[in-house]
DNA sequence: ATGGCCTGTATGACAGGA
């Protein structure tokens, strides 16, 4: 089973990049982010003739986060996270698909650090970390994935030394970033590639894909059953220099089908 | 050090992104 997230930035300017990659990759489910359109303006049909059930949860302009599952429809959990009843930045959806829970976040930016809109973030990221300890009590298999907006460690940044006063480095939120795999979460793209530097996101300034100076910042986080069942990950990084390329590429994992405990060999 | 680039929008200049 392969599970995807992917930043769009703009579901409909990015539809043919979209469509193209889901053909070419056949993801069983994908995560998306920064829809930038209402709930009306979600290109349903498309998402549907390319063969994917989708939820959405869309709003104008900014923000936006999507869940697709191939030849199946998402049953739909949850809609933004809890804690903060006045918050209305379309951030967080949760269904559940084959038998997993699948959490699609997109974390805010949190520029410029300090002020209000660090302090949304820095919320905004308590409020995951409280919602992923409930999803870790239920013992059920789940994936949270999407855009962290946080780049864990410094391999995770092509220049670390001009990044340690950005909102997307800041110790407080690789700090964050610490406590939810601390809980028992499993890094799943660094798991199948340690030490290795591996990027998802590049500028569209300074010709940033051309030179790799690129950030890893979408993450796919597995809880404690599924880590075992992580046979691969990767990058689509080749989709980031297609002609209207989003600037972030796709991340991507596969997972054993699950088995019964019986049929599980035992430990040697 | 600066500016360079994208998106969507009651557009021709913004805000927000990372």
Redesign the pocket.
Known sequence: MKIATF?V??????LPVLLRWLEEARPDVVCL??L???DA?FPVRAIEQAGYGAIWYGQ????GVAILARGREPIETRRGLPGEAEDTQARYIEAAVEGLLIGCL?L?????APGL?YDYKRRWFARLLAHAAELRALDVPVVLAG?Y?VMPTELDVHKPERWVD???FRPEVREAFHTLTAQGWTDALRARHPGERLYT?W????RAFARDAG?R?DHLLLSPTLAPRLTAAGVDRAVRGWD?A???APVWIELDPARPAWRRKPKA
């Open positions: 930043n930035n703009g579901i409909n300017g990015r982010q920064e930038k359109a209402p303006r104008k302009s900014w923000n997109y805010p930016n949190g520029n410029p809109r855009d907006n950005d909102a997307l996101f500028d569209y300034l300074r950030l910042l209207k989003s600037d972030h």
